[in-house]
C-alpha cells in the first residue's frame, strides 16, 4: 500500500536551475560544486534514482556505490540526504512525505544497518524496480581502495568529493559496468563543496585540461534559498564574521583551500595579513631563508624591517628530492632573482642528523655549498607561539607579519586551513601535532625562521655576523 501511494504521489520538487540543468546531462561523469546548503546530495540521490526509472524496463536490477569521506559523516549527512526523499522501513527521520504530505508509513525498501545496505524497490509504471545502495566511508586510504576492487556496479556517488582520495574515483571508474551487462551509460556523480584549483577535482571536471566527456556545473551563492530556512546563509555569515575564508567558500561558493581539520593559525586573517602585489625586498636588509627538509623540502624567503615588521615574499617546495639537489636549486633561484644580498639561513633541527644510507647530514649538503644554517626551535608549541606573536602584533598600525601571496601560494593555503589538526573518528580535533600534509613543509620552515628572530635582531644588529653574497658566489 505505502508503495503504491508513494507512486501516485510523487516526488515534486522544483530543482534550482544549475541543479536542473546537472540533473538533464547525459555525461557519464557529473560534478556539482556548491556551497553549503545548496542540495548536492538530494541531488544526486534524485540523480540516481532517476537513471533507475529511465533503464527500469531493460534494468529492473540495479547496484550503486555512495560513499563519504568519514564514516560519522557518510551517517549523519549522506545517508540522511537519501533517506529524506527515499526513508527505508522504519526510518524515523524527517522526510520529504512527512513534510508535504503527512505520511510516515512510505518506505522504499529495507536498510541493513549492520553492512550499511540499502535493499531499495519502486514501483514504475506497475513493475517493481530493485537496487542496491552500498554505502561505504572512505576514511582509511589503501585499505579502502582494496574494498572498492571486487565492486560490480552501474554506477557511484562521491559525495563530498573533494576530501575522497582521487585513487578511489579511479578504482571505481574501473568496475563500472560490470554487473549489467548492456548498461548503456557509466554514471559517476560528484557532489562537493569548491575546491582548490590545485585539487584533482577542479583539474578533473572545471581546469583547462579536463577530462574528455567530464562534465563540471558550479552553483552561484544563494541559489537554492528558497529552499532553506530564513536567513540561513545571513545567520552563517554573521557566526562566521570572523572567518572571511570560510565564508568566501562554503558561503559565497569560491574556489578555496580545503578546509578538513581546525586551522593551526586561527590569527590568520587573509584580508589582512596577505597582500596581492609583488614585493620588492630591499638590500638594506637581509633575507632570512628557512630550511625543512625530508622528501618533501621547503625554503621560505624573509625579511625582518628595521620597524619589526616580518615580511615573507617567495617560497620554494619540491617532491620527492634531496638536501643535495634542493639545496642547489634554491641557491640558484637565489642567484637569479636575488643576486647581491646578504643571507641568514634557519633550518629544521633535524637537519643535523645523520643519514643512516649515506652517513651525512642535510646540514652538511649545505655546508658544502657555503650555506650555514642556524638550527631552529625543535618544539611545535613553541614554533607556532612565535608565529602566531607576529600575526597578533601591529607595527605602527600594520599587521606584523606579512604574506605576498603571489609568490607563496603553499604558505597562503597552508595559513588559510590547509595546514590543520586533525580529527578523530568522533569528529574531534586533536591539537597535538599538526597533520603532515602538502603545507605542512613551508610552515615548518617560517617557525624555525620566527622561532629565531629574537636570535637573529641581536646577532644582526651586534654585527656578530659576517655578510656574504652566497647567491652571486655559487656558480
Known amino acids: 500500500m505505502a508503495q503504491q501511494v508513494a507512486q501516485k504521489l510523487e516526488v515534486d520538487i522544483k530543482l534550482a536551475p ?72 522504519g526510518y524515523n527521520g524527517n522526510t520529504y512525505w512527512l513534510e508535504k504530505f503527512g505520511r510516515s508509513d512510505i518506505d522504499f525498501g529495507e536498510f541493513n544497518k549492520g553492512d550499511d545496505v540499502y535493499h531499495f524497490r519502486m514501483n514504475v509504471n506497475g513493475k517493481e524496480i530493485k537496487a542496491e545502495f552500498l554505502f561505504r566511508s572512505a576514511e582509511n586510504g589503501e585499505d579502502d581502495v582494496k574494498k572498492f576492487k571486487g565492486a560490480e556496479i552501474m554506477g557511484y556517488h562521491l559525495d563530498e568529493a ?6 578511489i574515483h579511479m578504482i571505481l571508474a574501473g568496475r563500472l559496468g560490470r554487473y549489467a551487462k548492456d548498461w548503456p551509460r ?20 572545471f581546469g583547462p585540461d579536463k577530462i574528455k566527456g567530464y562534465a563540471g556545473y558550479k552553483q552561484p551563492p544563494g541559489e537554492n534559498s528558497e529552499n532553506l530556512p530564513d536567513g540561513y546563509y545571513e545567520k552563517l555569515k554573521e557566526q562566521y564574521k570572523n572567518n572571511p575564508d570560510w ?33 620588492t625586498p630591499g638590500k638594506a636588509n637581509p633575507i632570512i631563508r628557512g630550511w625543512d627538509f625530508g622528501l618533501t623540502p621547503a625554503c621560505s624567503f624573509s625579511q625582518l624591517l628595521p620597524d619589526g615588521q616580518w615580511v615573507i615574499f617567495d617560497e620554494m617546495q619540491e617532491f620527492n628530492s634531496g638536501a643535495d639537489r634542493f639545496s642547489d636549486k634554491v641557491l640558484m633561484h637565489s642567484r637569479m632573482n636575488y643576486s647581491g644580498f646578504r643571507f641568514f639561513d634557519y633550518a629544521d633541527p633535524a637537519g643535523w642528523k645523520m643519514s643512516e644510507t649515506d652517513e651525512k647530514t642535510c646540514v652538511q649538503f649545505l ?7 642556524n638550527p631552529g626551535e625543535v618544539t611545535f608549541t613553541a614554533r607556532r607561539e612565535a608565529v602566531a606573536r607576529y600575526l597578533n602584533t601591529l607595527v605602527n598600525g600594520k599587521p606584523a607579519l606579512q604574506i605576498y601571496r603571489k609568490k607563496c601560494p603553499m604558505l597562503f593555503d597552508g595559513f588559510s586551513g590547509g595546514y590543520c589538526y586533525p580529527k578523530n573518528k568522533d569528529g574531534l580535533v586533536v591539537r597535538d601535532r599538526p597533520i603532515k600534509n602538502d ?14 628572530l629574537l636570535q637573529f635582531q641581536m646577532q644582526y644588529l651586534a654585527d656578530e ?7 652571486a658566489s655559487y656558480a
Open 465 to 471: 655576523w659576517e655578510p656574504k653574497d652566497l647567491a
Open 162 to 167: 573533494i576530501e575522497i582520495p582521487k585513487e
Open 247 to 279: 565564508i568566501n567558500r562554503y558561503v559565497n561558493g569560491n574556489w578555496g583551500i580545503i578546509l578538513t581539520g581546525e586551522k593551526v593559525y586561527p590569527e590568520f586573517h587573509s584580508d589582512i595579513h596577505s597582500v596581492e602585489g609583488d614585493y
Open 367 to 373: 655546508n658544502k655549498k657555503g650555506i650555514y644554517p
Open 439 to 452: 603545507y605542512s613543509h613551508t610552515q615548518d620552515s617560517v617557525q624555525y625562521v620566527a622561532s629565531r
Open 18 to 89: 544549475t541543479l536542473q540543468l546537472a540533473f538533464e546531462d547525459t555525461s557519464d561523469s557529473i560534478c556539482l560544486v556548491g556551497p553549503v546548503g545548496s542540495g548536492k546530495t538530494s541531488w544526486g540521490a534524485l540523480k540516481i534514482v532517476s537513471l533507475m526509472r529511465k533503464y527500469a524496463d531493460k534494468f529492473p536490477f540495479t547496484r550503486w556505490v555512495v560513499v563519504r569521506g568519514t564514516y560519522r559523516e557518510l551517517q549523519d549527512t549522506t545517508e540522511k540526504s537519501y533517506f529524506y526523499w527515499y526513508p527505508p522501513k
Open 186 to 205: 557509466s554514471i559517476s556523480i560528484l557532489t562537493t563543496n569548491p575546491p582548490h584549483e590545485r585539487h584533482w577535482v577542479f583539474k578533473d571536471y
